[in-house]
C-alpha cells in the first residue's frame, strides 16, 4: 500500500493537464475574438477593422493550440501524455520562430517570441511531469 501512496504523492500530471487547460482557454478566447492575439501582435493596427485573411489565421491557430491543450488536459498519464506535450513544444517552438522573425514590428516580435519561449519551457518542464 505504501507503494502507491507513494507513487501518487509524486504523481504530476496535474501540471501538464494544467497548462493544457490554460492552453485551451485562451484558444477559445482567440477563436471567439482574434483581436485579443492580433492586437498584442501588431497584427492588426489600433482603430482598424480585422482583415478577413488575419482572422481565419488566427483562429486556425486557436484551432490547433485548442486541440493540443484538450489532448494535454485529457490524456491519459505517460507516452500518450508526453506525445500530447510534446506536439505543444514543437508548436511552441514553430510559434517562437515564425512569430519571432516574421511580425511587422520589433516589440511585438520581442513580446510573441518572449511568450512562446517561455510556454515552450514550461510545457517542456511538464513533458517531465506527465508520468511514466
Known amino acids: ?4 501512496r507513494s507513487r501518487r504523492s509524486r504523481d504530476l500530471t496535474w501540471f501538464p493537464r494544467l497548462l493544457g487547460v490554460a ?3 485562451y484558444s477559445v478566447a482567440i477563436i471567439a475574438r482574434p483581436e485579443l492575439f492580433t492586437k498584442p501582435t501588431a ?3 489600433e482603430g482598424a477593422p480585422l482583415p478577413t485573411a488575419t ?6 491557430l486557436g484551432g490547433r493550440d485548442l486541440a493540443c491543450g484538450l489532448a494535454m488536459a485529457l490524456a491519459p498519464a505517460g507516452r500518450a501524455l ?3 506535450v510534446a506536439v ?3 508548436s511552441d517552438v514553430v510559434d517562437l520562430v515564425l ?3 516574421s511580425l511587422p514590428d520589433s516589440t511585438a516580435r520581442a513580446k510573441a517570441a518572449g511568450v512562446a519561449g517561455a510556454w515552450g519551457t514550461l510545457c517542456a518542464l511538464g ?3 506527465a508520468g511514466d
Do not use: N, P
Not at 482572422?55 to 486556425?60: E, K, T
Open 82 to 84: 508526453r506525445t500530447a
Open 23 to 25: 492552453t485551451a482557454g
Open 43 to 45: 497584427l492588426q493596427a
Open 1 to 4: 500500500m505504501s507503494s502507491s
Open 88 to 90: 505543444r513544444v514543437g
Open 99 to 101: 512569430l519571432g522573425t
Open 127 to 129: 513533458y517531465l511531469a
Open 55 to 60: 482572422a481565419i489565421g488566427v483562429r486556425a
